[in-house]
Nanobody
Framework: VQLVESGGGLVQAGGSLRLSCAAS????????MAWFRQPPGKEREFVAG????????SYTDAVRGRFTVSRDIAENTVYLQMDFLKPEDTAVYYC??????????????????????WGQGTQVTVSS
């Protein structure tokens, strides 16, 4: 599977960005999908995910209410709408596929170990 992220960039605090993750080789709707991020000098962390069954969304507390994960099944694309961005959201953002089906269909995993396939990442920088 190939995942290609886009939509990153530089934005002022309070602004918005929408990240896209386009997949080839697999049908997104058959797998749990997630977004992770890796801030400078820190470990990669779970941000948001959407389950393959019912499209249930999950978020880490730091972004809940500001970020929205969604998918377009026809386009085989997953999105991350990021609003009210803060400087602490600065990171490289990655999309990932639970291609080994390590988590239940109705609940995405939040560990890096749940995801076998990753995109190349896209940089998001939020200035204060």
């Amino acid at each position: 599977v190939q995942l290609v992220e886009s939509g990153g960039g530089l934005v002022q605090a309070g602004g918005s960005l929408r990240l896209s993750c386009a997949a080839s080789g697999r049908t997104f709707s058959n797998y749990n999908m997630a977004w992770f991020r890796q801030p400078p000098g820190k470990e990669r962390e779970f941000v948001a995910g959407i389950s393959r069954s019912l499209g249930r969304m999950s978020y880490t507390d730091a972004v809940r209410g500001r970020f929205t994960v969604s998918r377009d099944i026809a386009e085989n694309t997953v999105y991350l709408q990021m609003d009210f961005l803060k400087p602490e959201d600065t990171a490289v953002y990655y999309c990932a596929v639970d291609s080994a089906l390590t988590s239940p269909s109705w609940k995405v995993g939040t560990s890096i170990a749940n995801y076998a396939d990753w995109g190349q990442g896209t940089q998001v920088t939020v200035s204060s």
